[in-house]
Nanobody, 120 residues
Framework: QVQLVESGGGLVQAGGSLRLSCAAS?????????????MGWYRQAPGKQRELVAT???????NYADSVKGRFTISRDNTKNTVFLQMNSLKPDDTAVYYC?????????WGKGTLVTVSS
């Protein structure tokens, strides 16, 4: 199994920036070196369904929701199984709980989420 821990959320004014991080670790043993094929970020605003924000997959181009293209950048450190989401020019509509996702062994794993609040 894989454990995901997000960090970096918080309160920011519109137009500001935040950087989210998500670190993956394997819970079944102490071996730290393992390969996750795909990681990504999703978000869920109050009263709305969870939606894709961005994904990064080994050997494929990064993928972004239209609403964040040009403002958000996803990246990863494969040596540490960590994925980042740099969020610039934030808007109140970006307010949501952001969840990290990792695909490992054909199974999707989720973090507990980190809250991002953008004030107008």
């Amino acid at each position: 199994q894989v454990q995901l821990v997000e960090s970096g959320g918080g309160l920011v004014q519109a137009g500001g920036s935040l950087r989210l991080s998500c670190a993956a670790s394997r819970t079944i043993d102490t071996i730290s070196a393992f390969s996750i094929s795909a990681m990504g970020w999703y978000r869920q605003a109050p009263g709305k369904q969870r939606e894709l924000v961005a994904t990064i997959t080994t050997g494929r181009p990064t993928n972004y929701a239209d609403s964040v293209k040009g403002r958000f950048t996803i990246s990863r450190d494969n040596t540490k199984n960590t994925v980042f989401l740099q969020m610039n020019s934030l808007k109140p509509d970006d307010t949501a709980v952001y969840y990290c996702d990792a695909l490992y062994g054909g199974i999707h794993y989720w973090g507990k989420g980190t809250l991002v609040t953008v004030s107008s």
